[in-house]
Every structure is written in C-alpha cells, then in structure tokens.
C-alpha cells in the first residue's frame, strides 16, 4: 500500500468573481464588474492537497474548518478528492472572494475570523505564537486530549511526506510537537502571520518577503538569507522563491545555488503558484529525490503553473451533476421535526451549491408509490443537480387523508423513496405543508405534480421567500394513490 502525502495547515473558500469591465460607476470613480461567472474552490492547504491529489498523489489533509456556510462548502468541494481530518475552528471559515475583469485582479475582500481551536492567535507575527496543543477533532464538539493527538499522530506516522502549509491561523502551530522525531521529509510553507517553522524540517520555502521576515538580517542578498535562514532554523535546505527570477537554494552545509525558471513566465497570475511550488517539492522529495532536484521540478511545476492561469484555472468537477447522489444518503427523521434538519439534509444542499449547482426539492404523501411517482420523481430531478423528497410524516397523512391512511408507514416510504436512483435525500416532516421545511432547504425550484397553479399552492409563498420558483409538471394520467387503493379493496 502506497502511503500518502500529509498536507497539514489552514484551509480557506477561495472565490472568484469573473466578468468584464467597461464602464465606470456613476456616483464613485470605480469600475463596474458586469459578472458572468462565479468559480469556488479550497484555498491555503486545501488548494496544496488539491494540487498533491490531482498530481496522482493519495492525500490527508490535516485542517481545520468552520461548520458554517463558507465551511461546508469548502468541506464539500474536498470530500472527492482526499481523506480530510477536520479539526475544529474558533469562528468564522476564512473566505477570499476576488474579484476580476478579463483575467485580472481588480479587488480582493477576505472574510472570516476562524482560528484553530486551541490556538493562541496574536496579531504580533510568528514569532510570539505560543505552543498550542491539540484539543479537537473531526466533530466541532470537544474531544479528550488523546484522541484529537493521537488521530492527528497516527496520519502523520502513515505519511510518505508532510507538507505544512501555515496560513496563519494555528493549525501549524497546534501540531508542531507532533512533528518530532520523524522520520520521513517536512516541507514548511511558511507565512508572515503563521508560527516559526519547527527547528529541523528538510525544506523551509519562503517567498523573498517572507525570508525576510523569518531572517534577523533581512537588508542582505536573498542567497545570504537563504544561507542564514538554513543556520537559524537548523533546515536541511531552504529555497527563497523570487517569483519570475527563480529561486535560491541553500543547503546545509553547502553554497546557496540560483535556479532560475526554465523558460520567461508569461502569466498575470501568481495566486497559488507558492502552493504549487511547496506540493511539487513535497512530491519529488517523496519520491526520493535529491533537494536540488526537488526544488529544480518544483520550478518548473511553479513556472507552469503560472503560465496557465494560476489557482483561477483550478476548475473542480461538478460532481454534483452525475446521476445518482452527490454524497451518501441522506435521511432527516422525523422524531425532531424540521429542527433534524441541522446536520444531515443541509450538508446534501450545502455540496450542491460548492459545486455550483441546482437544487430541487418535492413533497407529498407518497403512499403506495407507483408509476406515477417514479415520472414525477425522475422529470423533477432532471430538472436540477439534486433533488430532496419532502414527505409528509404518518401523523401529517392522518390529518390529511382520514384514519386510514397512510397505508405504508413513513419509516417503509422514506425507505423505498431513498432506493431510488433520481432521489438524492428524503426528509419527514410533521406539519400540514412544507412550508418550514422549504424555509431551512431554500431549494432552487419547488416542483409539484398536478393540475394546480403556482398561487394555489400553500407553499409558494415559501418558496418564493427562499428566492426559489415554483415549476408544476403534469401528472400521469391513470395512476393515483386513491385509485390504487379501491382497486385493492375491490379485489380482497
């Protein structure tokens, strides 16, 4: 069995905002963005394990992320490609949102205060960070301190290599300690707000303003920081990255050495080419490489990154836009009501829109499903990228249809509902209509089946208010519940 690549450090929700630029605000001298495209993706160690993962790498991605919107997002657009243990955050999922015409930057607004928990952020630098220790793990609850170590230790024992990938906001510097005493070749990616690389790591890569910040003589050549830092950190190696100069090597015990691109970068873009460098480094030492030809592949990997658009060309699948579901099953019992709907159906939602697409919700009784249900089911999930069954609970049919019914209990439905290839989650609710279940969804388009119109249905106004539309498909004809039914009666 091949052992992954660890990459341990602060995830982010990078945004972009794609449009053209063309005319001036009115009433300020700013440009107006007409947006065409919005395009999401992980961001700081998320986008290093990415890249590490798309190279043909198995990865663990060792971070910490926020159990609010911006984080399920980021959790959903990760889940596909590596292992994630989710340490949990103190506040808000950091997001960077820029904002762009014709492939260049005009603005770029960060969001979100979130820290590791456990972590002592200071707003001094790097070196006032103190030793924070592990506290959490994949759950955003407190766990003992053991196991949050231990499941953190045991992923990085199993590593091929480690990467940390420090943005600043602790999770770097909770896991130092656990970066002792291994064995296999740590790359620290350093930032200027991020902790001290721990003392001994086999390669240290700054930028040319992080080196000197890390260094004590900061006015000298990068060749003479790279040199001192290699002494100061006690590294193995350092690389000083000089963006489209190249970069300078110092290795223990040796001379600093320039490398220089393999060919003029041509590209508008850096964002992202660090982490580019930093997991294409990683890969190489992993492979067993030497330093110096680590760093020359990691270059050239930087180089091209660049050169074909930087992280704004990362484009990740629509997953969501397969058949079948876009993650495990989901089931919102019915013994809580629509508050159930806190963990399990939201993340269904919340994986659809990271991945930019359409969700759509139904609802009804769904006693005895037939043919008529399955054409419903299926026109409806078409219509969309996921679709959510809302049904009524056997309390809610009782009310509606008579002491009779429902025939099959709801446990049964949502059971036969959920082997269906077109329903992607089933939730129950307890209440006459939908209308507070469809509050908490906010599904792109409501779909009913039948002769109505959007105004006579008591869940429009609902549907409405979450910015969503009403879409009515008609039924087929010669199927209903009620009729299959009497003819059941009739038969016995």
């Given at each position: 069995m ?36 919005e ?45 994630v ?14 904002v ?8 770029r ?9 456990g ?14 220790r ?27 290599a480690?990467?940390?990938s ?5 999770i ?17 990616d ?24 890390l ?17 100061d ?13 190249g ?24 964002c992202?080419?660090?982490d ?10 992993a ?14 990997e ?23 579901p ?12 629509p508050?159930s ?20 919700a ?8 037939h ?9 409806a ?5 996921a ?37 992607d ?17 906010r ?5 009913k ?5 959007d ?6 106004e ?8 009403v ?15 009497a ?6």
């Amino acid at each position: 069995m091949i052992r992954p690549i660890v990459v341990l450090g602060d995830s982010l929700l990078d945004v972009d905002i794609e449009g053209d630029a063309e005319r001036l605000c009115p009433d300020a001298p700013a440009p107006v963005v007409d947006g065409r495209s919005e395009h999401r993706r992980p961001g700081g160690a998320g986008l290093a394990a990415l890249l590490a993962a798309r190279d043909g790498a198995e990865v663990v991605l060792v971070t910490a992320i926020g159990n609010d919107v911006s984080g399920r997002c980021l959790e959903g657009l990760l889940a596909d490609h590596m292992e994630v243990v989710r340490l949990s955050l103190r506040g808000a999922t950091v997001c960077k949102t820029r904002v762009r015409a014709r492939g260049q930057t005009l603005i770029r607004i960060d969001t979100g205060d979130g820290w590791a928990r456990g972590a002592e952020g200071d707003s001094h630098g790097p070196r006032h960070l103190g030793h924070g220790r592990l506290r959490y793990d994949l759950v955003d609850e407190p766990l003992s301190q053991g196991l949050a170590d231990e499941r953190v230790a045991t992923a990085l024992r199993n590593a091929r290599a480690i990467l940390v990938s420090d943005y600043g906001r602790g999770i770097a510097e909770l896991c130092r300690d656990l970066l002792r005493d291994l064995t296999v070749p740590v790359i620290w990616d350093p930032h200027p707000r991020g902790a001290l690389p721990a003392l001994g790591c086999t390669l240290v890569t700054p930028s040319e303003t992080e080196a000197r910040m890390l260094c004590a003589e900061p006015c000298n050549t990068p060749d003479r920081i790279a040199y001192d830092l290699v002494r100061d950190l006690g590294a193995e190696a350092v690389a000083v990255t000089l963006a489209e100069r190249g970069t300078v090597l110092a290795c223990r015990g040796g001379r600093p050495i320039r490398i220089p691109p393999p060919a003029l970068v041509t590209g508008r873009d850096s964002c992202g080419a660090g982490d580019r460098f930093a997991t294409a480094a990683t890969l190489a030492l992993a492979e067993g490489a030497s330093t110096e030809d680590a760093v020359a592949t990691a270059v050239g990997e930087a180089t091209r990154f660049v050169e074909q658009g930087g992280a704004a060309a990362v484009r990740l699948p629509r997953s969501a836009r397969r058949r079948g579901p876009v993650g495990p099953r989901e089931e919102a019992h019915p013994a809580s009501g629509p508050e159930s709907l806190a963990g399990a159906i939201p993340r269904t939602a919340a994986l659809v829109r990271a991945a930019g697409g359409r969700l759509i919700a139904t609802g009804g009784c769904f006693d005895l499903l037939h043919a008529g249900h399955v054409s419903l089911l299926c026109r409806a999930r078409a219509l969309g990228d996921a679709l959510i069954v809302c049904v009524n609970s056997d309390e809610s049919v009782r009310r509606l249809k008579g002491p009779g019914r429902p025939v099959v209990s709801e446990r049964d439905r949502v059971e036969v509902l959920r082997a269906l290839e077109c329903v992607d989650a089933v939730a129950v609710f307890d209440d006459d209509t939908p209308c507070a279940l469809i509050d908490r969804l906010r599904p792109d388009v409501w779909v009913k089946g039948g002769d109505y119109t959007d105004r006579e249905l008591p869940e429009t106004e609902a549907v409405w208010r979450a910015g969503g539309e009403v879409v009515i498909l008609p039924s087929v004809p010669g199927h209903s519940t009620t009729g299959l039914i009497a003819a059941a009666r009739a038969a016995s």
